[in-house]
């Protein structure tokens, strides 16, 4: 056929060539040069590169050893302690630059990455200095301006169907409302330990928010998230849900994201300040119910008072304990301990904050001595084996004390919030098994030796709570036999128990018994002194008691003074009684003088809402709210004032006293005045409209209306006729 070449080679291609074209990378944008990596020789050059790929994969950066080049020594025949790496783009390069700059890869050595580029550029820049711009500073907002509140207000935040509100919170004329965000399609919301962020919970994750304008602070992506809980100092939060961890195909990948690693995993960790995941786990545990899984503790990892460690249990087997920032494990091992069930860090007392703020500034002086923190674990009765509660010193791991104990059914651990007490609650059951008993055991855990007091009760205790910063305690006990099961508008029987140190015997003696009560929850003012009795969750009590331990001036006294036995306990005084149907949540607020009930949609949907109280138990506020949900104090951060600065306050309390007595007899006189101009305000209203309506009526008449002030005006003549009866009879007509 003509106009037909025979010879493929000489048709032209040159415009498909040119379309089609394939570019190739010629630079060097997906290389990077990390350094910090040990010297070795050529026999452990195999494990040194799994370990490496392992970790870049770990992090979200997957390479293999053959992506790895390693620069050799020709001399010594070692590494150069550092090495190139080659991804497939210049994308994933800069995540690896992002994520594993600063990386720890063990004790000894950490990674520092740059871009090969970059070394090229820093080989050629020009050495001579430029003065850099200084750019405008921008001051960011006060993470705790609420703390600068001239009348020192307290806020707190309703949650009510999709609404969110936070409020202040001081006297009648100083409650107002302080912000409304637009928060929209969240779980619930929560505070951070010391208030300095709010928390929501959304179907992507969990956002921080804060500052006087709540703006975003910080977002962790965690898909389907239902629980959270931050370290005690806010540096660090978990995030738990009950679906695994999925990372679909193309998913973004980064420190501040899940990786292929991660997957099957409910549990992570995160850096609040960096946004990073630090480490998930699995918490699905095999046990003996039906379904072949064991219900899970919340929280599943437990923080030590200084967010230095966090630890989690593994029923039966070992605790746990992990350094953090780096979450490796501490000394490359596990507590093992047979047979453990549960374990809580002591918490840390104002004198423990104290010492160490001064060993904080002894360590930036050059001495280096890590404080020990304590945890206490309890171990079941096994075979002869007796069960037993040790405490322990961690990081040393030395045991300081053991306590056996027989015949037991379950052990709750009490940590009084200074740390100076420890009790144990001990669920004993007889010898034929057929009924429980309580006894406590309390450890006094800033005494030498860690003695310890026995208290043998014969009820069954529901409820255990330390007084804050105080040496007394309350129980709940009852011997009721619909305890446990109750019916359909059965209520409990329960008795409430005081006890306090005596420090003269140095044990806890009974101050006084409240019997034939409903409370099954015990609230103590964040200040100690003042406890609410409270009965909650029931559908048929609901009542509040304000209770004042020391009524009595001189019971204050009689802590380290001698009484008479007759005296001992005395000062127990009701101050009140109060009733909130339907009342699921009791929470004071952080100065102790004003006591939240709130009555949640999520439990109930009868008379939903929440009401504020006095110390003394009178209601200041109350709000009925359909499809309430919740009602949190913000919490206060520990107190700035130095012990000498506080002596000094009480010292001058009269000065100040007098200072505010002013400030309350200034505002009562406005707001009278307010009151009485706001009543004048309403009668000239009145006024204004009763002259308007008169006129209008008149008007529709057709008469003239008018106010004659200065003579008699129009007269208007109204003939009344009135009937009067004189006599009535009454006769009958005979037909």
Same mark, same amino acid.
């Given at each position: 056929?003509?106009?037909?070449?025979?010879?493929?080679?000489?048709?032209?291609?040159?415009?498909?060539?040119?379309?089609?074209?394939?570019?190739?990378?010629?630079?060097?944008?997906?290389?990077?040069?990390?350094?910090?990596?040990?010297?070795?020789?050529?026999?452990?050059?195999?494990?040194?590169?799994?370990?490496?790929?392992?970790?870049?994969?770990?992090?979200?950066?997957?390479?293999?050893?053959?992506?790895?080049?390693?620069?050799?020594?020709?001399?010594?025949?070692?590494?150069?302690?550092?090495?190139?790496?080659?991804?497939?783009?210049?994308?994933?390069?800069?995540?690896?630059?992002?994520?594993?700059?600063?990386?720890?890869?063990?004790?000894?050595?950490?990674?520092?990455?740059?871009?090969?580029?970059?070394?090229?550029?820093?080989?050629?820049?020009?050495?001579?200095? +430029?003065?850099?711009?200084?750019?405008?500073?921008?001051?960011?907002?006060?993470?705790?301006?609420?703390?600068?509140?001239?009348?020192?207000?307290?806020?707190?935040?309703?949650?009510?169907?999709?609404?969110?509100?936070?409020?202040?919170?001081?006297?009648?004329?100083?409650?107002?409302?302080?912000?409304?965000?637009?928060?929209?399609?969240?779980?619930?919301?929560?505070?951070?330990?010391?208030?300095?962020?709010?928390?929501?919970?959304?179907?992507?994750?969990?956002?921080?928010?804060? #500052?006087?304008?709540?703006?975003?602070?910080?977002? %962790?992506?965690?898909?389907?998230?239902?629980?959270?809980?931050?370290?005690?100092?806010?540096?660090?939060?978990?995030?738990?849900?009950?679906?695994?961890?999925?990372?679909?195909?193309?998913?973004?990948?980064?420190?501040?994201?899940?990786?292929?690693?991660?997957?099957?995993?409910?549990?992570?960790?995160?850096?609040?300040?960096?946004?990073?995941?630090?480490?998930?786990?699995?918490?699905?545990?095999?046990?003996?119910?039906?379904?072949?899984?064991?219900?899970?503790?919340?929280?599943?990892?437990?923080?030590?008072?200084?967010?230095?460690?966090?630890?989690?249990?593994?029923?039966?087997?070992?605790?746990?304990?992990?350094?953090?920032?780096?979450?490796?494990?501490?000394?490359?091992?596990?507590?093992?301990?047979?047979?453990?069930?549960?374990?809580?860090?002591?918490?840390? #007392?104002?004198?423990?904050?104290?010492?160490?703020?001064?060993?904080?500034?002894?360590?930036?002086?050059?001495?280096?001595?890590?404080?020990?923190?304590?945890? +206490?674990?309890?171990?079941?009765?096994?075979?002869?084996?007796?069960?037993?509660?040790?405490?322990?010193?961690?990081?040393?791991?030395?045991?300081?004390?053991?306590?056996?104990?027989?015949?037991?059914?379950?052990?709750?651990? %009490?940590?009084?919030?200074?740390?100076?007490?420890?009790?144990?609650?001990?669920?004993?059951?007889?010898?034929?098994?057929?009924?429980?008993?309580?006894?406590?055991?309390?450890?006094?855990?800033?005494?030498?030796?860690?003695?310890?007091?026995?208290?043998?009760?014969?009820?069954?205790?529901?409820?255990?709570?330390?007084?804050?910063?105080?040496?007394?305690?309350?129980?709940?006990?009852?011997?009721?036999?619909?305890?446990?099961?109750?019916?359909?508008?059965?209520?409990?029987?329960?008795?409430?128990?005081?006890?306090?140190?005596?420090?003269?015997?140095?044990?806890?003696?009974?101050?006084?018994?409240?019997?034939?009560?409903?409370?099954?929850?015990?609230?103590?003012?964040?200040?100690?002194?003042?406890?609410?009795?409270?009965?909650?969750?029931?559908?048929?009590?609901?009542?509040?008691?304000?209770?004042?331990?020391?009524?009595?001036?001189?019971?204050?006294?009689?802590?380290?003074?001698?009484?008479?036995?007759?005296?001992?306990?005395?000062?127990?005084?009701?101050?009140?009684?109060?009733?909130?149907?339907?009342?699921?949540?009791?929470?004071?607020?952080?100065?102790?003088?004003?006591?939240?009930?709130?009555?949640?949609?999520?439990?109930?949907?009868?008379?939903? #809402?929440?009401?504020?109280?006095?110390?003394?138990?009178?209601?200041?506020?109350?709000?009925?709210?359909?499809?309430?949900?919740?009602?949190?104090?913000?919490?206060?951060?520990?107190?700035?004032?130095?012990?000498?600065?506080?002596?000094?306050?009480?010292?001058?309390?009269?000065?100040?006293?007098?200072?505010?007595?002013?400030?309350?007899?200034?505002?009562?006189?406005? +707001?009278?005045?307010?009151?009485?101009?706001?009543?004048?305000?309403?009668?000239?209203?009145?006024?204004?409209?009763?002259?308007?309506?008169?006129?209008? %009526?008149?008007?529709?008449?057709?008469?003239?209306?008018?106010?004659?002030? #200065?003579?008699?005006?129009?007269?208007? !003549?109204?003939?009344?006729?009135? !009937?009067?009866?004189?006599?009535?009879?009454?006769?009958?007509?005979?037909?």
């Amino acid at each position: 056929m003509p106009g037909i070449t025979d010879n493929v080679d000489d048709i032209d291609c040159s415009d498909i060539e040119a379309k089609y074209r394939v570019e190739y990378d010629d630079g060097f944008d997906n290389t990077i040069v990390v350094d910090g990596i040990p010297v070795i020789d050529k026999s452990k050059l195999d494990k040194l590169l799994a370990k490496i790929s392992k970790e870049f994969s770990r992090k979200g950066c997957p390479i293999r050893p053959d992506d790895i080049s390693v620069p050799w020594d020709d001399n010594t025949g070692k590494g150069k302690g550092y090495i190139f790496i080659d991804f497939r783009s210049m994308d994933e390069a800069n995540m690896a630059l992002a994520t594993m700059h600063n990386h720890p890869f063990d004790a000894r050595h950490q990674f520092k990455v740059n871009k090969f580029t970059d070394i090229e550029r820093y080989a050629e820049l020009d050495e001579t200095y +430029v003065e850099p711009e200084i750019e405008e500073y921008t001051p960011r907002e006060h993470l705790r301006a609420w703390l600068a509140d001239p009348q020192g207000r307290d806020q707190y935040v309703t949650y009510r169907g999709e609404d969110v509100e936070i409020y202040w919170h001081g006297k009648p004329s100083q409650c107002e409302l302080a912000y409304k965000p637009d928060w929209k399609d969240f779980l619930y919301v929560a505070w951070s330990p010391l208030g300095t962020y709010i928390s929501t919970l959304h179907r992507q994750g969990v956002r921080l928010w804060g #500052g006087s304008s709540w703006k975003p602070q910080q977002r %962790f992506a965690h898909p389907l998230v239902k629980l959270i809980d931050f370290s005690p100092c806010e540096q660090y939060i978990v995030t738990w849900s009950n679906e695994p961890i999925v990372v679909p195909e193309g998913a973004t990948q980064g420190p501040q994201y899940f990786s292929p690693d991660d997957e099957g995993n409910n549990l992570a960790v995160w850096d609040i300040k960096s946004g990073y995941l630090l480490r998930t786990f699995s918490t699905v545990t095999e046990g003996d119910s039906p379904n072949g899984k064991k219900q899970m503790q919340w929280p599943a990892l437990k923080w030590s008072p200084d967010d230095k460690f966090v630890a989690r249990v593994t029923p039966g087997q070992m605790i746990s304990v992990h350094e953090l920032p780096s979450m490796f494990l501490h000394g490359k091992k596990s507590l093992k301990i047979e047979g453990v069930a549960d374990f809580e860090w002591c918490p840390r #007392g104002d004198k423990d904050k104290e010492d160490a703020d001064k060993e904080a500034s002894a360590t930036m002086n050059g001495k280096t001595k890590a404080r020990e923190n304590m945890l +206490v674990y309890w171990t079941p009765e096994v075979a002869n084996q007796p069960a037993r509660v040790t405490l322990l010193s961690f990081p040393s791991r030395t045991i300081l004390r053991q306590k056996n104990l027989f015949n037991v059914t379950e052990c709750k651990l %009490f940590w009084q919030n200074q740390g100076d007490f420890l009790c144990v609650k001990v669920d004993r059951h007889t010898k034929t098994k057929k009924s429980i008993f309580c006894n406590l055991e309390i450890f006094r855990v800033r005494e030498k030796d860690y003695p310890v007091e026995v208290v043998e009760l014969k009820d069954t205790v529901t409820d255990f709570s330390w007084e804050p910063k105080g040496e007394r305690f309350a129980i709940v006990s009852s011997n009721d036999p619909n305890l446990g099961n109750p019916g359909p508008g059965i209520t409990t029987k329960t008795d409430v128990s005081f006890y306090q140190l005596e420090r003269g015997k140095n044990d806890f003696k009974l101050l006084r018994t409240l019997p034939n009560r409903t409370s099954n929850a015990i609230r103590w003012s964040p200040r100690g002194r003042h406890v609410v009795l409270a009965t909650v969750g029931s559908s048929s009590k609901s009542e509040l008691e304000f209770w004042d331990l020391d009524f009595n001036i001189e019971d204050v006294a009689r802590r380290e003074g001698q009484t008479s036995k007759e005296d001992w306990g005395s000062g127990i005084q009701l101050l009140g009684t109060a009733d909130h149907y339907g009342v699921t949540d009791v929470e004071w607020d952080p100065s102790g003088r004003y006591l939240a009930t709130s009555a949640s949609a999520w439990t109930h949907t009868l008379e939903n #809402g929440y009401a504020i109280w006095d110390f003394k138990g009178q209601e200041l506020m109350k709000q009925i709210q359909d499809r309430f949900k919740q009602f949190i104090w913000r919490p206060r951060p520990r107190t700035l004032l130095t012990k000498e600065h506080q002596r000094q306050v009480r010292k001058n309390l009269r000065e100040y006293s007098r200072v505010f007595d002013d400030e309350d007899a200034k505002e009562h006189l406005t +707001v009278n005045a307010e009151l009485i101009a706001h009543r004048k305000r309403l009668v000239d209203e009145w006024n204004a409209w009763r002259a308007r309506s008169k006129k209008e %009526f008149a008007e529709s008449r057709g008469q003239k209306y008018s106010v004659d002030q #200065g003579g008699d005006g129009d007269k208007e !003549e109204i003939e009344v006729w009135v !009937e009067e009866v004189i006599e009535q009879i009454e006769e009958e007509i005979a037909d």
